[in-house]
């Protein structure tokens, strides 16, 4: 198939962005493992009550366990912990009991209301290992071709990825609209946007994975929101 404009809004492995650069991703070294917990307040009370109306966070160096509600009764966590690619590939995540089993090991002692998150998971738990593109991910134009979204600007997550995913969707859609039937000028201002936008969220990323999973946590993610890291 041969097309005169691509956009490649394909995601973290993107086939798209290897016609506009050689940058890979990179796994980072934390991998997030995610369950499910349904109808939450009549079968998991004590569980529900932990997580509250919003979301929890259980932090210490290396590992947590971070929970939010969802709408009708559903509680979403991620088991968030900084292991080896060796770590994650050696679970069998096709084995749900079992992998649920060694995860729940990591977090022996902890509260059985905490850890019911993952040892009642109503799901089978995923594996998300984390990747990222290079801090500041760029390319030089390539007459026809762009990307959005993680295919541009794969980093950690930190709450804005989707987010900056839309925008940049609806960004190029105003660069193309302000220039009819100039689409190399269109997608020029608007990598030149892009591009500046998006370099400080990387830092910012890898900055609120450290004040969840790093040295000084739980500490460090209390100051942030209480603002003692800034006051400090
Ligand atoms: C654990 C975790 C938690 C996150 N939490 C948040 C959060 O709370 N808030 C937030 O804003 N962001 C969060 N993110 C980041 C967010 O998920 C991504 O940044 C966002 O989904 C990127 O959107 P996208 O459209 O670029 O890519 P994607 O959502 O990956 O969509 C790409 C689409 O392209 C399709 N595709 C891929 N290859 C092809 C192909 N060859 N042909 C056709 N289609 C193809 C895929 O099927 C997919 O539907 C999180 C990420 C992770 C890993």
Same mark, same amino acid.
Request: net charge negative; no cysteine; aromatic share 8%.
């Given at each position: 198939m041969t097309s005169d404009v691509l956009v490649?809004?394909?995601?973290?492995?993107? =086939?798209? =962005?290897p016609l506009l650069s050689d940058a890979t991703p990179t796994y980072t070294g934390t991998t997030f493992v995610e369950t499910y917990l349904y109808d939450v307040d009549r079968r998991h009370p004590a569980t529900a009550e932990a997580v509250g109306e919003g979301a929890m966070y259980a932090l210490t160096p290396g590992k947590g366990i971070v929970a939010h509600r969802e709408a009708g009764d559903i509680i979403h966590t991620y088991v968030e912990l900084n292991r080896s690619a060796e770590w994650a590939g050696?679970?069998?995540?096709?084995d749900a009991d079992a992998a649920r089993a060694r995860v729940a090991a990591e977090f022996e002692g902890w509260a059985p209301h905490l850890t019911a998150l993952i /040892?009642?998971?109503? /799901?089978a738990p995923v594996a998300r290992m984390i990747h990222t593109l290079p801090d500041g991910h760029r390319w030089e134009r390539v007459p026809g071709v762009t990307l959005l979204g993680d295919a541009a600007h794969l980093m950690r997550?930190?709450?804005d990825g989707a987010n900056l995913a839309m925008f940049d969707g609806s960004e190029l859609a105003g660069a193309i609209a302000d220039r009819p039937g100039d689409i190399e000028a269109a997608f020029t201002a608007y990598e030149e946007a892009l591009l500046a936008r998006t370099e400080p969220f990387y830092a910012e990323a890898r900055e609120l994975l450290d004040l969840c999973l790093?040295? =000084?946590?739980p500490y460090s993610f209390t100051d942030f929101f209480s603002g003692a890291a800034e006051q400090g």
């Open positions: 490649g809004a394909d995601g973290a492995w993107s =086939r798209i =962005r050696a679970i069998d995540f096709g /040892t009642d998971g109503e /799901t997550p930190s709450g790093g040295d =000084r946590a």
